[in-house]
């Protein structure tokens, strides 16, 4: 947001429920507006999320990646108990 008034982002994050017994994922559009940051978050799916993962990352800028914990890399990470991305999706 520090970058003016036409600066814009995007991210998508795994939030863990309340209960601590599953996840959601969130991708969030972020703009300024005043003193404030505008989100809109959308919920959406594991496969949904590694999609918009792979095409941000495609369009970052070059530097170093951004560390991802564990079970976080897409396909075949451990995205925990009964989690698993489905073949094909």
């Known amino acids: 947001a520090g970058a ?8 998508v994050t795994r939030l863990q429920r309340k209960d601590g017994l599953g996840w959601t994922w969130v991708y969030a559009r972020l703009r300024p507006e005043g003193p404030a940051l505008l989100a809109h978050n959308f919920v959406i799916s594991e496969a949904e999320a590694w999609c918009l993962r792979q095409q941000l990352a495609a369009e970052a800028p070059p530097g170093p990646p951004e560390p991802f914990g564990p079970g976080l890399d897409f396909p075949g990470g451990d995205l925990g108990p009964g989690l698993e991305l489905p073949v094909g999706a």
């Open 4 to 11: 003016g008034p036409e600066a814009r982002g995007e991210l």
